[in-house]
């Protein structure tokens, strides 16, 4: 049984940080790319950043320079490191992981910036 739990969310003001966990079972971590997508209110979920098996990233370029994913292949963990929040990165963060065809996901951590 695939298990994706996420966890790290909370509420902060504008220019905190955050850090987001997402620790995986019943996959073979280290082939699958792993991803935080967010979905805020009344919005399409979005891919916020990924990490390929091979370490490769992308950003949304809404993020780029305030965050950070890594992953920990011996911990089956990925991580989300979440500098300079702003109100508009409001949302419920999900991780993903994606292996060909296969895809699973965790079921959210609520993130809220708001002073």
């Known amino acids: 049984q695939v298990q994706l739990v996420e966890s790290g969310g909370g509420s902060v003001q504008p220019g905190g940080s955050l850090r987001l966990s997402c620790v995986a079972s019943?996959?073979?971590?280290?082939?699958?790319?792993m991803g935080w997508y967010r979905q805020a209110p009344g919005k399409e979920r979005e891919l916020v950043a990924q990490?390929?098996?091979?370490?490769?990233?992308n950003y949304a370029d809404s993020v780029k320079g305030r965050f950070t994913i890594s992953r920990d292949n011996a911990k089956n963990t990925v991580y989300l490191q979440m500098n300079s929040l702003k109100p508009e990165d409001t949302a419920v963060y999900y991780c993903?992981?994606?292996?060909?065809?296969?895809?699973?996901w965790g079921q959210g951590t609520q993130v809220t910036v708001s002073s």
């Open positions: 993903n992981a994606r292996l060909g065809t296969s895809r699973n």
């Open positions: 019943g996959i073979i971590f280290s082939l699958n790319t």
């Open positions: 990490i390929s098996s091979g370490g490769g990233t």
